[in-house]
């Protein structure tokens, strides 16, 4: 008798104290080493993803293309990936735009040499009076770029303002870091490139050519889910746009100056790079993030600004061959474009 008495008191006692939490949900998303992926590492510091439910594990890419095509192979669920590489996985059906990690463009440029001719010509194209080279100077050029990226989407737009196209030049295929470690061996005649390369370049003091808002064109990083999981676990996407926001609003509400440290920190122990205090204040400077509203708001199908930058990329990606006019008639549809994530957040 005393021992059931015991045991009712023991269940009773139990029945006071709250269930224990269901384990966090492991979720598996991909990123290359940039600013977007800070965000969500500086979530993890913080335990946020526990928070709200999601265990976060980030695999490290070298480019926006590795993270695409290789997605078979790792079952990535959410990446941050840019523009360029992202519509051409799009056109296949593969995932939604579910959000904006920041936006680039203030950091991918054109570099040349100080003595380069390409700099005694500017604005040749007078609706781009910013930008330098001429026909002339830039024909035959060999240049350094990782295609299919945004450099790739840069230095198409900046032959295409000269008048000139892809076949003009002579492209080779490397990736940022390594093209600046190239280009000041003395290979090649321009690099185009996106930070944290263009730092190096400034500091051997080569000269942008042009940059993409010399060009007239914006580079958004975007936010993916793979469609089939985000179509059967849409509050596991929505998750983590709020894990994703959460950072967001800390940097507006806080300035980018209460991150320097921690960003120093994330490009040294998950990302391998070394990173002054200037460039670390420069490169969050240089990357706006949009909270709910302004991501919203950049979605909206007839007063936001996210389609008419896509609209550049898939004519980039027409004019280089990579889509048929009907791909990018298809492109320019938007049907992966999915704010149903982001306004699930509002309610």
């Not at 570099?111 to 080279?133: E, F």
């Not at 993409?212 to 509050?235: H, M, T, V, Y």
Request: aromatic share 12%; with cysteine; charged share 20%.
């Amino acid at each position: 008798m005393r021992f059931r008495a015991l045991m009712s008191l023991l269940a009773f006692v139990l029945c006071l104290f709250p269930s224990h939490a269901k384990a966090a949900e492991q979720l598996q998303t991909a990123w290359i080493g940039e600013h977007e992926a800070f965000l969500v590492w500086y979530a993890k510091q913080k335990g946020w993803d526990k928070e709200a439910g999601l265990d976060i594990r980030m695999l490290r890419f070298g480019s926006g293309d590795k993270i695409v095509s290789r997605q078979g192979d790792y079952q990535w669920k959410i990446a941050g990936c840019g523009a360029v590489p992202t519509l051409m996985a799009a056109s296949k059906g593969q995932f939604y735009v579910v959000g904006i990690g920041n936006d680039e463009s203030d950091l991918n440029a054109i570099y040349v040499r100080p003595d380069s001719p390409i700099l005694k010509a500017k604005g040749a194209n007078p609706r781009y009076p910013d930008v330098y080279g001429s026909a002339d100077t830039v024909r035959g050029k060999l240049i350094l770029c990782p295609e299919k990226t945004s450099a790739h989407y840069l230095l198409s737009t900046w032959l295409h303002i000269l008048g000139l196209k892809d076949e003009d030049v002579k492209i080779q295929n490397v990736l940022p870091g390594p093209a600046v470690d190239m280009y000041s061996k003395g290979f090649g005649d321009a690099v185009s490139i996106w930070a944290p390369a263009t730092y190096t370049a400034a500091q051997k003091g080569y000269q942008i050519a042009a940059s993409s808002p010399d060009c007239g064109i914006r580079q958004p990083i975007l936010l993916l889910a793979d469609r089939e999981f985000a179509d059967k676990n849409p509050e596991q996407v929505r998750a983590f746009l709020r894990v994703y926001l959460r950072v967001v609003d800390a940097m507006h509400s806080e300035g980018f100056d209460a991150f320097v440290q921690e960003y120093i920190r994330f490009n040294k122990t998950w990302n391998e790079k070394l990173m002054t205090r200037e460039e670390a204040v420069e490169d969050l400077r240089a990357h706006p993030v949009f909270s709910l509203g302004e991501q919203i708001t950049l979605f909206h199908p007839e007063s936001g600004n996210l389609r008419n930058w896509l609209r550049g990329i898939t004519a980039f990606y027409g004019r280089i061959g990579e889509l048929s006019q009907e791909d990018v008639a298809n492109l320019n549809a938007f049907g992966f474009l999915n704010d149903s994530f982001l306004k699930g957040l509002q309610q």
